[in-house]
């Protein structure tokens, strides 16, 4: 087992970039997701690894060996596709067996396979049934097992859960985890799931428009977004309108707020400043801060969500606060809004949002 | 088509939001569509219309009975003598003349080799269009219903031109198969294609090459087996073709069935329409069977569609 290797893969269709560069290092045993907006080319990455489609130029090499020219039936890629992809006239025993049955691996040595891997995929007893006898989730499991049967190098998974429901969505994803560390193999998934990509992977490459944006564990993706697009692709974002006044600190309506995302901008730039609702706070309207009026308040469960409205700027902005500390506010109340401004980030006003280096 | 009550199917839904009723949600919670005034309409219009066509197709073929399997001067055929003296000899006779036994046997050998040089072209064109050029589906689905717009005898003009010098290839008789092949394109194409539209080709084919399976291999056990009633389907239409054809088989001077019944017919009458209904009967019952099988599995209707069309041109082809 090996690691997947993209280097400067550029792939077009017609006049469409689906990969402009895409630069991409899955290091052994680790299961990176690639997340992003629809069309933005993850599909198309996936599919250059397991050579459905191949690269206009650049390359790709599992462990090393080069394997951008391989036809896909020589590639050893185990691939589990969005859409229900098991052969409806083979019983799930035959279907695990396809793959083995071309490698050809001897009868007893399938059949033990065949039946381990139902097995890790906690579906023994079942391998008599067909396709249409199986739920959704029950069919994905299948489709898992029928990949991992000829012990891919690689596993290729193109957003296997999303036609499921949301409960059986979260256990089959927690066993894929659980499978994928289990055998060591080295995973890319692709989703279009926050949540999910954050969830699972040990590092998440966020795409936007055939580019890789940021490619970094779940939680530094969250806490420090490379770009205006990521920050609002993960997560949530309130927008305020600001100008830079020094190498670490910006203006919004008249209160200067420290953050460090203003290090690469020029003095007296307008930009708009993104921050989580997480790091705005509420204090009673006498004391310091940005003057507003609470708009709403939404209860849910441990923390609240505050819908608040700028005197100045008069721009609707949320904050997630926690619930005992939000109990006192009410729809209407004049309050006093703070911002942290440590997990910031600037975009430039009607430029290009400016693209970090996505490997940095 | 009507709703359908999901709690007792083949009744309506009982609730019509634009008469009003009850203002709950509808049954089952499936949303109301278009297309309700039929429902309303109640069975007895589709089952004029069938009566009717009914009557158009069979009236016909009654006569057409009678003519051939009674033994009563035609002048006498009239609703007294409608039991009378029902007899298959004239047919019989027909099977014991000479000419029967081998004509058949060079039609069924041109139906099978028909069969196999389509699908050996058709199959992988097919799946190629379907998986690389989706959008020249359109154009070729035309070209496909070509031979069925220009009449045969365009084609026999054509071979008739180039016949000196083609001789070698001319004078077989298999030399009708890819005439053949042409003549059935409308069908068979038809047919696969639906087939290849009722599955997910592209996934399947990209999970068996990802399983690592060649072209070869995915062709014979990841689509073969789920287009397998689309296969038949061509098979059944190209052989309904085959069995039907006269005017090329005739041109290039070939002794197949529809041939010899239609020099039958003239000698011997009654054997002749005898034969001629038999095939129709016999392309009838084809379809009626193909129907059958591929009832269970998605693509009937398109294939009911292309049956009909193939009996219509079966009976325009065997008119004499
Ligand atoms: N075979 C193809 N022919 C033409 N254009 C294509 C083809 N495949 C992908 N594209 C285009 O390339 C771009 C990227 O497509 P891709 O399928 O990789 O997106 P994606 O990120 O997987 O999106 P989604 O989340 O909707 O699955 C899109 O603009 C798409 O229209
Ligand atoms: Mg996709």
């Known amino acids: 087992m090996t690691g997947l290797l993209y280097i400067s893969v550029r792939k077009t269709f017609g006049p469409t970039v689906a990969l402009e560069s895409l630069d991409l290092d899955v290091k052994e045993g680790e299961l990176i997701s690639l997340l992003g907006p629809s069309g933005c080319g993850k599909t198309t990455a996936l599919r250059i690894a397991a050579g459905f489609e191949f690269a206009d130029s650049g390359a790709v090499t599992v462990g090393g060996a080069d394997i951008t020219r391989k036809p896909a039936h020589k590639r050893n890629m185990g691939m589990v596709f969005q859409s229900y992809s098991l052969f409806p006239n083979l019983t799930v025993n035959l279907n695990v067996d396809f793959g083995l049955r071309t490698r050809k691996i001897g009868a007893p040595e399938r059949k033990k396979r065949v039946a381990e891997m139902l097995e890790l995929v906690q579906l023994g007893g079942m391998g008599n049934r067909y396709p249409h006898q199986l739920s959704g989730g029950q069919q994905q499991r299948v489709a898992l097992a029928r990949a991992l049967a000829i012990r891919p190098s690689v596993l290729l998974l193109d957003e296997p859960l999303s036609a499921l429901d949301a409960k059986v969505r979260l256990a089959l994803r927690d066993e894929i985890r659980r499978i994928q560390t289990e055998l060591g193999i080295t995973t890319l998934l692709v989703t279009h799931d926050q949540e999910e990509a954050l969830g699972i992977a040990d590092r998440v490459g966020v795409m936007s428009s055939g580019r890789l944006e940021q490619l970094a564990p779940p939680a530094q993706i969250y806490s420090r977004p490379a770009s205006a697009f990521v920050a609002r692709f993960v997560g949530s974002m309130n927008e305020l309108p600001a100008v830079v006044r020094g190498p670490d600190a910006v203006e919004v309506s008249g209160q200067t707020i420290m953050t460090p995302s203003a290090l690469t901008r020029d003095v007296g730039e307008s930009v708009l400043f993104l921050v989580r609702p997480e790091d705005v706070t509420v204090r009673d309207a006498d004391q310091d801060g940005l003057a507003g009026t609470v708009t709403a308040t939404t209860f849910q469960g441990a923390s609240t969500v505050v819908g608040l409205r700028l005197d100045v700027l008069d721009v609707l902005i949320h904050a997630h606060l926690n619930s005992s500390t939000a109990s006192h506010l009410a729809a209407g109340q004049r309050v006093s809004v703070q911002i942290d401004g440590t997990r910031g980030v600037l975009e430039s006003l009607g430029a290009a949002p400016v693209v970090e280096d996505a490997l940095a | ?320």
């Not at chain 2, 219009?45 to 009566?51: C, D, E, K, S």
């Not at chain 2, 197709?57 to 399997?69: I, K, Q, T, V």
């Not at chain 2, 990802?210 to 789920?226: F, Q, Y």
């Not at chain 2, 389907?233 to 010899?260: M, R």
């Open chain 2, 1 to 320: 088509m009507a709703d359908i009550n999901p709690l007792a199917p083949g009744l309506p839904l009982a609730i019509d939001p634009e008469v009003g009723g009850p203002p709950t949600a509808p049954i089952g919670g499936i949303p109301p569509r278009a297309g309700r005034p039929i429902a309303r309409f109640g069975r007895l219009g589709p089952n004029l219309v069938l009566i009717l066509c009914a009557v158009f197709f069979l009236a016909p073929l009654l006569a057409l009975a009678r003519y051939a399997l009674q033994n009563v001067p035609t002048i006498l055929l009239g609703r007294s003598t409608l039991f009378k003296k029902w007899s298959l000899g004239g047919l019989t006779k027909a099977f014991s003349d000479k000419q029967f036994g081998p004509t058949l046997t060079l039609s069924l050998k041109l139906a099978v080799g028909t069969v196999f040089l389509t699908l050996a072209l058709l199959l992988p064109t097919a799946i190629w269009v379907h998986m690389r050029l989706p959008k020249m589906r359109a154009v070729i689905e035309f070209v496909t219903v070509l031979p069925y717009v220009i009449p045969a005898i365009a084609l026999v003009a054509g071979i008739v031109v180039v016949k000196p010098h083609a001789r070698w290839f001319l004078d077989s008789n298999y030399s009708l198969v890819p005439f053949y092949v042409i003549l059935a394109l409308p069908f068979t194409y038809r047919s696969i294609d639906a087939g290849l539209r009722a599955i997910d080709l592209k996934t399947l084919v990209d999970a068996s090459r990802s399983l690592g399976a060649g072209w070869g291999t995915t062709l014979r056990r990841a689509l073969v087996p789920n287009l397998r009633t689309a296969i038949i389907s061509s098979a059944f239409l190209t052989t309904a073709v085959v069995l039907g054809e006269f005017t090329i088989a005739s041109t290039l001077l070939k002794n197949t069935l529809p041939t010899f019944q239609a020099i039958y017919v003239k000698r011997e009458p009654q054997g002749g329409y005898g034969l001629n209904l038999l095939a129709l009967v016999v392309t009838t019952g084809l379809f009626a069977l193909l129907t059958l099988l591929t009832r269970k599995r998605g693509s009937r209707k398109s294939t009911a569609v292309v049956a009909v069309a193939a009996t219509a041109g079966q009976a325009r082809t065997l008119a004499p």
